[in-house]
Protein backbone atom coordinates (compact mmCIF):
# COMPACT_ATOMS: atom_id res chain seq x y z
CA UNK A 1 0.00 0.00 0.00
CA UNK A 2 1.79 3.22 -0.92
CA UNK A 3 -0.64 5.85 -0.04
CA UNK A 4 -4.03 5.85 2.09
CA UNK A 5 -5.78 6.30 -1.15
CA UNK A 6 -5.82 2.35 -1.08
CA UNK A 7 -7.83 2.07 2.45
CA UNK A 8 -11.23 1.73 0.04
CA UNK A 9 -10.30 -0.27 -3.30
CA UNK A 10 -12.28 0.45 -6.63
CA UNK A 11 -13.83 3.59 -5.75
CA UNK A 12 -13.47 6.83 -8.16
CA UNK A 13 -12.77 9.76 -6.60
CA UNK A 14 -15.83 11.98 -5.91
CA UNK A 15 -18.15 12.91 -2.90
CA UNK A 16 -18.00 8.88 -1.52
CA UNK A 17 -14.50 8.82 -2.82
CA UNK A 18 -13.44 11.43 -1.05
CA UNK A 19 -15.61 11.16 2.41
CA UNK A 20 -13.83 7.48 2.87
CA UNK A 21 -10.48 8.53 2.26
CA UNK A 22 -10.74 11.08 4.85
CA UNK A 23 -12.47 8.34 7.35
CA UNK A 24 -9.09 6.02 6.90
CA UNK A 25 -6.56 9.20 6.22
CA UNK A 26 -2.79 8.02 7.99
CA UNK A 27 -2.08 9.48 11.20
CA UNK A 28 0.82 11.78 9.41
CA UNK A 29 -1.85 13.95 7.42
CA UNK A 30 -4.10 14.80 10.16
CA UNK A 31 -5.34 18.30 10.38
CA UNK A 32 -3.97 20.19 13.29
CA UNK A 33 -7.60 21.63 13.78
CA UNK A 34 -10.28 19.01 14.11
CA UNK A 35 -13.18 18.16 15.92
CA UNK A 36 -15.00 14.95 16.04
CA UNK A 37 -18.68 14.01 16.28
CA UNK A 38 -20.59 11.82 18.76
CA UNK A 39 -21.05 8.72 16.87
CA UNK A 40 -24.18 6.96 16.45
CA UNK A 41 -25.61 9.61 18.04
CA UNK A 42 -29.38 11.45 16.64
CA UNK A 43 -27.73 14.81 17.97
CA UNK A 44 -23.67 15.52 17.15
CA UNK A 45 -21.14 17.45 19.11
CA UNK A 46 -20.45 21.52 19.10
CA UNK A 47 -18.03 23.13 16.48
CA UNK A 48 -14.72 24.57 17.83
CA UNK A 49 -15.76 27.69 16.09
CA UNK A 50 -19.14 29.84 15.34
CA UNK A 51 -20.41 28.93 11.89
CA UNK A 52 -20.14 31.24 9.43
CA UNK A 53 -23.27 33.69 8.52
CA UNK A 54 -25.69 32.02 6.15
CA UNK A 55 -25.89 32.75 2.31
CA UNK A 56 -29.34 31.27 1.98
CA UNK A 57 -32.43 31.01 3.75
CA UNK A 58 -32.55 28.08 6.05
CA UNK A 59 -35.39 24.85 4.66
CA UNK A 60 -38.07 24.38 6.60
CA UNK A 61 -37.98 20.91 8.67
CA UNK A 62 -40.56 18.79 7.53
CA UNK A 63 -42.77 16.02 9.40
CA UNK A 64 -40.77 12.26 9.52
CA UNK A 65 -42.48 10.09 7.57
CA UNK A 66 -44.05 6.62 9.41
CA UNK A 67 -41.46 4.39 9.57
CA UNK A 68 -38.45 6.83 9.89
CA UNK A 69 -36.25 8.23 12.21
CA UNK A 70 -34.72 11.55 11.90
CA UNK A 71 -31.01 11.64 12.25
CA UNK A 72 -29.90 15.81 13.06
CA UNK A 73 -26.59 17.16 13.23
CA UNK A 74 -26.54 20.37 15.25
CA UNK A 75 -22.55 20.87 14.10
CA UNK A 76 -23.19 20.77 10.57
CA UNK A 77 -27.19 22.16 10.74
CA UNK A 78 -28.77 19.09 8.78
CA UNK A 79 -31.14 16.08 9.30
CA UNK A 80 -32.02 13.14 6.89
CA UNK A 81 -34.58 10.67 7.62
CA UNK A 82 -33.52 6.98 8.10
CA UNK A 83 -35.06 4.03 7.72
CA UNK A 84 -35.79 1.19 10.17
CA UNK A 85 -32.37 -0.72 10.42
CA UNK A 86 -30.11 2.35 9.19
CA UNK A 87 -27.56 4.70 11.45
CA UNK A 88 -24.64 6.38 11.32
CA UNK A 89 -21.72 4.42 10.74
CA UNK A 90 -18.65 4.10 13.28
CA UNK A 91 -16.66 4.73 10.31
CA UNK A 92 -17.74 8.64 9.62
CA UNK A 93 -15.23 10.70 9.58
CA UNK A 94 -17.12 13.67 11.01
CA UNK A 95 -15.70 17.29 11.38
CA UNK A 96 -12.23 16.59 9.99
CA UNK A 97 -11.25 20.31 10.04
CA UNK A 98 -12.67 23.53 10.92
CA UNK A 99 -11.46 25.96 8.73
CA UNK A 100 -11.94 25.39 6.27
CA UNK A 101 -14.58 22.86 6.66
CA UNK A 102 -14.47 19.73 5.78
CA UNK A 103 -16.85 17.52 7.77
CA UNK A 104 -18.10 13.92 6.10
CA UNK A 105 -20.82 11.45 7.96
CA UNK A 106 -21.55 7.84 6.43
CA UNK A 107 -25.26 6.69 6.99
CA UNK A 108 -25.43 2.34 6.02
CA UNK A 109 -28.45 -0.26 6.87
CA UNK A 110 -26.40 -3.00 8.84
CA UNK A 111 -25.69 -3.34 12.65
CA UNK A 112 -22.55 -2.13 14.02
CA UNK A 113 -21.19 -5.54 13.83
CA UNK A 114 -21.23 -6.01 10.49
CA UNK A 115 -20.44 -2.80 9.45
CA UNK A 116 -17.89 -2.55 7.11
CA UNK A 117 -17.12 -0.08 4.38
CA UNK A 118 -15.69 -0.71 1.01
CA UNK A 119 -16.59 0.72 -2.29
CA UNK A 120 -19.56 -1.92 -2.68
CA UNK A 121 -21.31 -1.10 0.30
CA UNK A 122 -25.18 0.40 0.08
CA UNK A 123 -24.92 3.56 1.87
CA UNK A 124 -25.44 7.34 2.07
CA UNK A 125 -22.60 9.82 2.49
CA UNK A 126 -23.24 13.77 2.93
CA UNK A 127 -20.42 15.99 3.03
CA UNK A 128 -20.07 19.60 4.04
CA UNK A 129 -17.15 21.81 3.20
CA UNK A 130 -16.51 25.34 2.41
CA UNK A 131 -17.93 26.34 -0.81
CA UNK A 132 -14.73 27.88 -1.75
CA UNK A 133 -16.53 29.86 -4.40
CA UNK A 134 -18.32 27.05 -6.38
CA UNK A 135 -22.20 26.70 -6.85
CA UNK A 136 -23.57 23.49 -6.43
CA UNK A 137 -23.77 22.90 -9.73
CA UNK A 138 -19.81 23.49 -10.35
CA UNK A 139 -19.29 21.34 -6.96
CA UNK A 140 -20.77 18.38 -8.30
CA UNK A 141 -19.14 18.46 -11.80
CA UNK A 142 -15.64 18.83 -9.94
CA UNK A 143 -16.93 15.70 -7.62
CA UNK A 144 -18.63 13.34 -9.95
CA UNK A 145 -17.82 9.58 -9.30
CA UNK A 146 -19.20 8.32 -11.75
CA UNK A 147 -18.83 7.88 -15.74
CA UNK A 148 -21.20 10.38 -17.99
CA UNK A 149 -22.87 12.07 -15.53
CA UNK A 150 -25.23 14.47 -16.02
CA UNK A 151 -25.20 17.62 -13.75
CA UNK A 152 -28.34 20.27 -13.69
CA UNK A 153 -30.06 22.59 -11.45
CA UNK A 154 -32.62 21.03 -9.24
CA UNK A 155 -34.45 21.60 -6.35
CA UNK A 156 -35.13 19.98 -2.85
CA UNK A 157 -38.56 21.32 -1.13
CA UNK A 158 -37.56 25.35 -1.42
CA UNK A 159 -34.10 25.59 -1.81
CA UNK A 160 -32.15 25.53 -5.09
CA UNK A 161 -29.30 23.62 -5.98
CA UNK A 162 -28.15 20.86 -8.27
CA UNK A 163 -28.69 17.17 -8.78
CA UNK A 164 -26.09 14.33 -10.85
CA UNK A 165 -27.65 11.19 -12.81
CA UNK A 166 -26.22 8.63 -14.77
CA UNK A 167 -27.40 5.70 -16.61
CA UNK A 168 -30.20 5.79 -19.39
CA UNK A 169 -33.08 6.50 -17.19
CA UNK A 170 -31.44 9.65 -15.42
CA UNK A 171 -30.53 7.84 -11.92
CA UNK A 172 -30.30 10.58 -9.32
CA UNK A 173 -27.61 9.75 -7.55
CA UNK A 174 -26.03 12.71 -5.80
CA UNK A 175 -27.48 16.39 -4.78
CA UNK A 176 -25.70 19.50 -3.61
CA UNK A 177 -26.85 22.57 -1.83
CA UNK A 178 -25.12 25.81 -0.67
CA UNK A 179 -26.04 27.21 2.88
CA UNK A 180 -23.69 29.36 5.33
CA UNK A 181 -20.87 29.81 2.94
CA UNK A 182 -20.46 25.45 2.68
CA UNK A 183 -22.11 23.09 -0.06
CA UNK A 184 -23.79 20.13 1.72
CA UNK A 185 -23.52 17.18 -0.64
CA UNK A 186 -25.30 13.76 -0.30
CA UNK A 187 -24.55 10.84 -2.71
CA UNK A 188 -25.25 7.28 -2.63
CA UNK A 189 -23.19 5.04 -4.88
CA UNK A 190 -24.83 3.19 -8.22
CA UNK A 191 -24.76 -0.17 -9.04
CA UNK A 192 -26.09 -0.17 -12.37
CA UNK A 193 -29.92 -0.74 -10.87
CA UNK A 194 -32.78 2.55 -9.20
CA UNK A 195 -32.33 1.38 -5.30
CA UNK A 196 -35.61 2.84 -4.03
CA UNK A 197 -34.56 2.77 -0.34
CA UNK A 198 -31.12 5.19 -1.18
CA UNK A 199 -33.30 7.16 -3.89
CA UNK A 200 -35.66 7.75 -0.59
CA UNK A 201 -33.17 8.38 1.80
CA UNK A 202 -31.27 11.07 -0.42
CA UNK A 203 -34.28 13.15 -1.12
CA UNK A 204 -34.86 13.38 2.62
CA UNK A 205 -31.82 15.59 2.93
CA UNK A 206 -32.86 19.09 5.01
CA UNK A 207 -30.48 21.59 6.16
CA UNK A 208 -31.52 23.49 9.35
CA UNK A 209 -32.43 26.60 10.63
CA UNK A 210 -29.54 28.94 11.93
CA UNK A 211 -31.01 28.85 14.95
CA UNK A 212 -30.29 24.55 15.32
CA UNK A 213 -26.56 25.02 15.67
CA UNK A 214 -24.29 24.75 18.00
CA UNK A 215 -26.85 22.92 20.29
CA UNK A 216 -25.45 19.76 22.13
CA UNK A 217 -22.36 18.84 24.49
CA UNK A 218 -18.86 18.70 23.63
CA UNK A 219 -17.08 15.69 25.05
CA UNK A 220 -13.11 16.22 25.74
CA UNK A 221 -11.40 13.09 25.32
CA UNK A 222 -9.33 12.37 28.36
CA UNK A 223 -5.94 12.90 27.30
CA UNK A 224 -3.68 9.18 26.85
CA UNK A 225 0.03 9.38 25.67
CA UNK A 226 1.73 7.30 22.75
CA UNK A 227 3.46 5.57 24.87
CA UNK A 228 0.82 5.04 27.33
CA UNK A 229 -0.94 3.44 25.03
CA UNK A 230 1.55 1.21 23.29
CA UNK A 231 1.82 -0.23 27.05
CA UNK A 232 -1.69 -1.17 27.38
CA UNK A 233 -1.76 -2.26 23.60
CA UNK A 234 1.08 -4.96 24.63
CA UNK A 235 -0.22 -5.83 27.74
CA UNK A 236 -4.01 -6.12 26.39
CA UNK A 237 -2.85 -8.46 23.56
CA UNK A 238 -0.60 -10.42 25.53
CA UNK A 239 -4.01 -11.22 27.44
CA UNK A 240 -6.13 -11.46 25.20
CA UNK A 241 -8.06 -8.93 26.65
CA UNK A 242 -10.45 -8.04 23.80
CA UNK A 243 -12.19 -5.53 26.57
CA UNK A 244 -8.59 -3.91 26.83
CA UNK A 245 -8.11 -4.26 23.50
CA UNK A 246 -10.68 -2.22 22.33
CA UNK A 247 -10.93 0.59 24.93
CA UNK A 248 -7.92 1.60 23.26
CA UNK A 249 -8.90 1.27 19.49
CA UNK A 250 -10.75 4.30 17.33
CA UNK A 251 -14.67 3.37 17.06
CA UNK A 252 -13.44 2.29 12.92
CA UNK A 253 -10.57 0.77 12.34
CA UNK A 254 -8.55 -0.23 8.94
CA UNK A 255 -7.71 -3.60 9.03
CA UNK A 256 -6.15 -5.68 5.69
CA UNK A 257 -2.71 -6.38 4.23
CA UNK A 258 -0.03 -4.19 2.75
CA UNK A 259 0.49 -4.35 -0.43
CA UNK A 260 -2.95 -5.07 -0.73
CA UNK A 261 -6.61 -3.80 -0.05
CA UNK A 262 -7.99 -2.92 3.22
CA UNK A 263 -11.57 -2.54 4.47
CA UNK A 264 -12.68 -0.15 7.18
CA UNK A 265 -15.00 -1.68 10.40
CA UNK A 266 -16.69 -0.83 12.75
CA UNK A 267 -14.77 -1.72 16.49
CA UNK A 268 -17.26 -3.81 16.97
CA UNK A 269 -17.11 -5.85 13.62
CA UNK A 270 -13.07 -5.80 14.10
CA UNK A 271 -12.83 -7.55 17.16
CA UNK A 272 -15.73 -10.52 16.33
CA UNK A 273 -13.02 -11.22 13.76
CA UNK A 274 -10.13 -10.80 16.52
CA UNK A 275 -12.23 -13.17 19.14
CA UNK A 276 -12.17 -15.76 16.29
CA UNK A 277 -7.98 -15.57 15.40
CA UNK A 278 -7.83 -16.12 19.18
CA UNK A 279 -9.62 -18.81 19.11
CA UNK A 280 -8.40 -20.47 16.71
CA UNK A 281 -4.88 -20.24 18.63
CA UNK A 282 -2.96 -17.25 17.37
CA UNK A 283 -0.99 -15.57 20.11
CA UNK A 284 0.17 -11.44 19.65
CA UNK A 285 3.13 -10.14 20.64
CA UNK A 286 3.99 -6.87 20.57
CA UNK A 287 7.08 -4.97 20.46
CA UNK A 288 6.13 -1.54 22.34
CA UNK A 289 9.56 -0.01 21.69
CA UNK A 290 10.59 1.73 19.54
CA UNK A 291 7.73 3.51 18.22
CA UNK A 292 8.33 4.16 14.74
CA UNK A 293 7.17 6.65 11.56
CA UNK A 294 5.97 5.86 8.18
CA UNK A 295 5.85 8.81 5.60
CA UNK A 296 2.48 6.81 4.73
CA UNK A 297 0.47 6.20 7.70
CA UNK A 298 2.12 8.00 10.15
CA UNK A 299 2.99 6.35 14.02
CA UNK A 300 3.12 2.53 14.84
CA UNK A 301 4.71 -0.53 16.38
CA UNK A 302 5.39 -3.70 15.18
CA UNK A 303 3.64 -7.17 16.30
CA UNK A 304 4.20 -10.62 15.88
CA UNK A 305 1.27 -13.17 15.23
CA UNK A 306 1.84 -16.35 16.40
CA UNK A 307 -0.27 -19.65 15.36
CA UNK A 308 1.27 -23.13 15.27
CA UNK A 309 1.68 -24.77 12.19
CA UNK A 310 2.17 -21.25 10.54
CA UNK A 311 5.06 -18.76 9.70
CA UNK A 312 4.70 -15.90 12.34
CA UNK A 313 3.20 -12.89 10.49
CA UNK A 314 4.51 -9.00 11.04
CA UNK A 315 1.15 -6.79 12.03
CA UNK A 316 1.32 -3.43 12.34
CA UNK A 317 -0.45 -1.33 14.77
CA UNK A 318 -1.35 1.94 13.37
CA UNK A 319 -1.61 4.56 16.25
CA UNK A 320 -3.54 8.46 15.64
CA UNK A 321 -4.39 11.26 17.78
CA UNK A 322 -7.35 13.04 18.52
CA UNK A 323 -6.35 16.22 20.34
CA UNK A 324 -4.05 14.82 23.43
CA UNK A 325 -5.57 11.13 22.77
CA UNK A 326 -3.74 8.74 20.77
CA UNK A 327 -5.55 5.22 20.02
CA UNK A 328 -4.89 2.41 18.03
CA UNK A 329 -6.69 3.15 14.27
CA UNK A 330 -5.08 0.25 11.74
CA UNK A 331 -3.99 -3.31 11.74
CA UNK A 332 -2.12 -4.05 8.85
CA UNK A 333 -0.45 -7.06 8.24
CA UNK A 334 2.88 -7.12 6.03
CA UNK A 335 3.85 -9.39 3.25
CA UNK A 336 7.35 -10.68 3.62
CA UNK A 337 10.27 -8.53 3.05
CA UNK A 338 8.00 -5.26 3.09
Known amino acids: MGSAARCVPNLRVGILGAALLVACAPPSSAPAATATSSPGSPTAAVPTQTPPSPTATPSPTATVAPGLTRYTNTELGYSLDLPAGWRRAACSAGVVTTSPLVASEIFVGVPEAEEQITGGTRMVVVQVRDAQGLTPLAWLQQNASQPEVRVEPA ?65 TPIPRSIEALVDAIAGAFTRED ?42 VRVQSRPIENDPNFGRFVRSTWSKAGEPDRRVDLLLRASGDRWSLSAVLFRAPGN
Open 155 to 219: TLGDRPGARASVGAPGVTYALAFAARGWIYGIERPYFGAEDEELRRIIATLQILNDATLGRGATA
Open 242 to 283: LSAIAEAMTPCVTAGAVPGDTTLLSRTAYLASLAAEFSAGTS
